[in-house]
């Protein structure tokens, strides 16, 4: 026997349909959704999405069961195997991700679904058991405030030093970040930190010749 042969042999003997059978099938599938529903669960609890979605929710719970029947499905016939590769390798996704948690547990669903559909349970329920402990303890991290941009329209040039006075009296820490002057009056944008935005905000208000005073929250702090 050639060492093609051989190699061919131990190939084919890899896809064997009746390593499959109905109970192991069922199994896989049922305990697969189980781990799905739980990271159902747990998304539906952190998830701090502004706007929820209910539709990727469930998507993203059932594709671990769509993924572990592929899984499944390829491991039963090597032209099976092939055929979906190929499919696969065409489709393309393009729904915006734009929440990094989001895509946390998108990839948590697909990598459940490939796990079980491979028969490694119990690293599908170990794998659920430390991811979500991990978001837990991670959250509870303290992070430092975000940074804002305060936008303010003053009537006069001459009232830069009374804004600036107030800014760096209730801001943290700030930082010039745009300058504007024009006949009208003048635009000023400062980048701060702290958590008197809406105190400063006030403040400013009441000052004399400030048309108006905007605060606008920057991703990356809570």
């Not at 060492?3 to 896809?15: A, I, N, Q, T, W």
């Not at 305990?31 to 993203?60: D, E, N």
Request: aromatic content about 8%.
């Amino acid at each position: 026997m050639s060492v093609s042969d051989v190699v061919k042999k131990s190939v084919l003997e890899g896809f064997s349909y009746g390593d499959l059978s109905t109970a192991k099938i069922m199994t896989t599938l049922v305990v697969t959704f189980l781990v799905a529903a739980y990271i159902f669960g747990v998304y539906r609890l952190v998830s701090k999405s502004a706007f929820y979605v209910k539709s990727f929710h469930i998507s993203m719970a059932i594709i671990s069961v769509v993924t572990a029947g592929i899984i499944l499905a390829m491991q039963s016939s090597i032209v099976i195997s092939l055929g979906m590769v190929g499919a696969l390798s065409i489709v393309r996704f393009r729904t915006a991700i734009k929440d990094p948690m989001d895509l946390l547990f998108l990839f948590w669903s697909i990598g459940t679904g490939i796990i079980c559909g491979a028969g490694l349970y119990k690293i599908a329920i170990i794998l659920a058991v430390l991811v979500t402990v991990g978001i837990i303890l991670l959250d509870l991290v303290p992070v430092r405030p975000g940074s804002c941009l305060l936008i303010i329209n003053a009537e006069a040039k001459e009232q830069e030093e009374g804004i600036e006075s107030v800014v760096k009296k209730l801001a943290g820490a700030y930082r010039l970040k745009s300058k504007n002057v024009t006949a009208d009056g003048m635009d000023l944008i400062y980048e701060i930190r702290g958590k008197n935005g809406k105190k400063l905000v006030d403040r400013l208000s009441e000052m004399k010749g400030i048309a108006s005073v905007s605060i606008l929250a920057c991703d990356g702090g809570e």
